[in-house]
Nanobody, 111 residues
């Protein structure tokens, strides 16, 4: 059974940083595309960043240069380092691997 568990969300001031984690069980990140998505209230879920099985990374334009996706294959955990956070980054953040979604972790950027 596949389980994805996100953590690391919270309240942060504009310009601050957070690191999200997605711990997987029952599936190996190194074999599949893995994506971080987010969904703000009233908006559609959108891709933020992704990393392929071989390790190729991709960032959407609105986070490029501020966010960094990575993973630790030994821990089967993926990360999203988020710097220079903006109010517009407020959303639920979800990890996705091969048809499976985590439950999400909430990020609120506010002063």
């Amino acid at each position: 059974q596949v389980q994805l568990v996100e953590s690391g969300g919270g309240l942060v001031q504009p310009g601050g940083s957070l690191r999200l984690s997605c711990a997987a069980s029952g599936i190996s990140f190194s074999r599949y595309f893995m994506g971080w998505y987010r969904q703000a209230p009233g908006k559609q879920r959108e891709l933020v960043a992704s990393i392929s099985g071989p390790g190729t990374v991709y960032y959407t334009e609105f986070v490029r240069g501020r966010f960094t996706i990575s993973r630790d294959d030994a821990k089967n955990t993926a990360y999203l380092q988020m710097n220079s956070l903006e109010r517009e980054d407020t959303a639920g953040y979800y990890c996705f691997v091969y048809r499976h979604w985590g439950q999400g972790t909430k990020v609120t950027v506010s002063s």
